[in-house]
């Protein structure tokens, strides 16, 4: 048999972390490790605890969801990381991808979701679920609209991991050019980070149709 998933949750509402608790201790193949009430406390525990999947709140004092996010996969990166909140516009859920996280819950699911959730990022897989999805899609596609030809072969590129020079010497331009053309991807998407561009570029399909007119 194999080890069940290691699960923790972090929220600071006892009652949601409580009732979510409940529910998955139900599941035979899930492990509750801890229900924690800030960010801070699943910093400092992490290596502790060992996580499989973190089911994590946004809006939580000391340390936030987001900051939580990206200081937990410092130190633990295979950890999967389920945004599990009351949020749905499309800056929390494009800002909880870039920084990391697999998935995305909203509070209202029904309960089975959420080990639906669990089960797809432990797959390898990333969730959103439906009030996640209906939200992001039109702000995903009128984002990918603004992008050229160019832009969206560079992007291509960086989703296959490679470096500024490499991408240069696939398209045959400049290493300048390449930094600038990322540069302007980062601008025009809304993120921060190479690895932000490079989770957007797998997660919404830009590895299609950028061949063309380049």
Do not use: W
Not at 113 to 138: F, H, N, R, W
């Amino acid at each position: 048999m194999t080890d069940p998933v290691r699960v923790a949750i972090v929220d600071d509402h006892p009652m949601v972390a409580e009732g979510i608790e409940a529910i998955l201790e139900t599941y035979d193949d899930l492990q509750v490790v801890a229900t924690l009430s800030n960010g801070q406390d699943m910093i400092d525990q992490v290596e502790d605890l060992n996580p499989d999947v973190i089911l994590l709140d946004l809006n939580m004092p000391k340390v936030n969801g987001l900051s939580a996010a990206e200081m937990i996969l410092e130190r633990r990166p295979d950890t999967r990381i389920l945004i599990l909140t009351m949020h749905d516009s499309t800056e929390y859920i494009t800002s909880a991808m870039s920084h990391g996280a697999k998935g995305y819950i909203l509070k209202d699911v029904p309960t089975e979701e959420i080990k639906q959730a669990i089960d797809a990022v432990m797959a390898g897989a990333t969730y959103l679920c439906t009030g996640a999805e209906a939200a992001l899609s039109p702000r995903v596609s009128k984002r990918l609209e603004q992008l050229t030809n160019r832009e969206q072969a560079i992007l291509l590129q960086l989703a296959q991991g490679k470096s500024n020079k490499e991408v240069a010497l696939a398209l045959d331009i400049s290493v300048r050019t390449v930094e600038t053309h990322r540069k302007n991807l980062k601008r025009k998407l809304g993120i921060s980070s190479t690895a932000g561009l490079t989770r957007f570029a797998l997660e919404h399909g830009v590895l299609q149709g950028t061949g063309a007119d380049l």
